[in-house]
T-cell receptor
Framework: SQQGEEDPQALSIQEGENATMNCSYKTSINNLQWYRQNSGRGLVHLILIRSNEREKHSGRLRVTLDTSKKSSSLLITASRAADTASYFCLPGSSNTGKLIFGQGTTLQVKP | DTEVTQTPKHLVMGMTNKKSLKCEQHMGHRAMYWYKQKAKKPPELMFVYSYEKLSINESVPSRFSPECPNSSLLNLHLHALQPEDSALYLC???????????????FGPGTRLTVL
């Protein structure tokens, strides 16, 4: 298993703006997931993109995956104060179920 | 129902106490997980259960003892903990422990543990 490296570490934007965060990883994957955690509580699964997909949408979320560059991005459009959270990317390449969390991107959306 | 429940929400215990954390899911998932999360740090995997059998122990000290009495329940028994064990303990479940990739994990809200 491997961890993703999220960039930037912290991001602060105004409500209504778009937020983009990036993820890089080192070895080939089967899929990649994004999770969100509000205020140090439980994590919420946002989206899973498979290695043969290039882009996926879910509501205001858009995820891209470039396996040649070993990178992914998460775009949140028209951000809201409730989007304030830490965001983690989890590259999936293991058959053990292990998820290894990186430091995440901390997003602050100011009202 | 995509909910994972954890009890208690908060727990304060002394170093000589014995306590247990409980996690429950009714999604028919066959894989369950314990994570530990210190303040301002990412979650760290502790244990993985697959079909009620322990499949991964991430070199966790024996003062943490997991138990999976059935496919819906996961316990974490705590004994002789240290103050540095104070953390948020998260439980998660997934449909299975898949071959060739990781599966979506559904997390509970966590138990915030304070060891005095």
């Amino acid at each position: 298993s491997q961890q993703g490296e999220e960039d930037p570490q912290a991001l602060s934007i105004q409500e209504g703006e778009n937020a983009t965060m990036n993820c890089s990883y080192k070895t080939s994957i089967n899929n990649l997931q994004w999770y969100r955690q509000n205020s140090g509580r439980g994590l919420v699964h946002l989206i899973l993109i498979r290695s043969n997909e290039r882009e996926k949408h879910s509501g205001r979320l858009r995820v891209t995956l470039d396996t040649s560059k070993k990178s992914s991005s998460l775009l949140i459009t028209a951000s809201r104060a409730a989007d304030t959270a830490s965001y983690f990317c989890l590259p999936g390449s293991s058959n053990t179920g292990k998820l290894i969390f990186g430091q995440g991107t901390t997003l602050q959306v100011k009202p | 129902d995509t909910e994972v429940t954890q009890t208690p929400k908060h727990l304060v215990m002394g170093m000589t106490n014995k306590k247990s954390l409980k996690c429950e899911q009714h999604m028919g998932h066959r894989a369950m997980y314990w994570y530990k999360q210190k303040a301002k740090k990412p979650p760290e995997l502790m244990f993985v259960y697959s079909y009620e059998k322990l499949s991964i122990n991430e070199s966790v000290p024996s003062r943490f003892s997991p138990e999976c009495p059935n496919s819906s329940l996961l316990n974490l028994h705590l004994h002789a903990l240290q103050p540095e064990d104070s953390a948020l303990y998260l439980c998660a479940s997934s449909q299975d422990v898949p071959a060739g990739g990781t599966d979506t994990q559904y997390f509970g809200p966590g138990t915030r543990l304070t060891v005095l």
